[in-house]
């Protein structure tokens, strides 16, 4: 079945730019998202990417996304301290079933 | 954007005892509602999906009949947790799908979190 990797933390300093990756293995996926996760909250959606796309950017997020190598990428730019949280990625085909990653816990440093 | 309730939000519980929590859509019909479990710093597990007026479909590895799922309506599913024991607290989340998006987006609930003593 699919798999979704990612690492598990990331620090970085405000103002900095963020990229945390994320690969699966499923290459029938047809849409990959990227999900934030405050502490004791459900999942909010940051955005998504349909499997035909290589790159989507919405503001101060932007996600790469290599087909051949299926590998997934968000990056945040100018990351701030309400960026803290952990991050999901997730692989999803037409059944609306997702896969998820591990999480990527990000810490942004004043 | 859609609105997914949960409650309750959190809920303590003695070991052989039943628990129900309920999933709402408030703004909208879910033709498909999902319930996950999340342990501490690890990610969301799949435990079954359910369309309204249909069984549920549990993943591999998930008792159907400790978790109860139902989903009676277009606007409410419930999952509980039959004779809870300890190993059972966890952080349940579900989730709804409407079928309107164009990109078979998830709506998700803020969670519930089940201590079992």
């Known amino acids: 079945g699919e798999d979704v990797e990612q690492s598990l933390f990331l620090s970085v300093r405000e103002g900095d730019s963020s990229v945390i990756n994320c690969t699966y293995t499923?290459?029938?996926?047809?849409?990959l998202y990227w999900y934030k996760q405050e502490p004791g909250a459900g999942l909010q959606l940051l955005t998504y990417i349909f499997s035909n796309m290589d790159m989507k950017q919405d503001q101060r997020l932007t996600v790469l996304l290599n087909k051949k190598d299926k590998h997934l990428s968000l990056r945040i730019a100018d990351t701030q301290t309400g960026d803290s949280a952990i991050y999901f990625c997730?692989?999803?085909?037409?059944?609306?079933?997702?896969?998820f990653g591990s999480g990527t816990r990000l810490l942004v440093r004043p | 954007g859609a609105v997914v309730s949960q409650h309750p939000s959190w809920v303590i519980c003695k070991s052989g005892t039943s628990v129900k929590i309920e999933c709402r859509s408030l703004d909208f019909q879910a033709t498909t509602m999902f319930w996950y479990r999340q342990f501490p710093k690890q990610s969301l597990m799949l435990m079954a999906t359910s369309n309204e007026g249909s069984k549920a479909t549990y993943e591999q590895g998930v008792e159907k009949d400790k978790f109860l799922i139902n989903h009676a309506s277009l606007t409410l599913s419930t999952l509980t947790v039959t004779s809870a024991h300890p190993e059972d607290s966890s952080f349940y989340i579900c989730s709804a799908s409407g079928g309107y998006s164009s990109y078979n987006e998830q709506f998700f609930g803020p969670g519930t979190r089940l201590t079992v003593l």
């Open positions: 499923d290459s029938s996926s047809t849409y």
């Open positions: 997730a692989a999803g085909d037409s059944s609306y079933k997702l896969i």
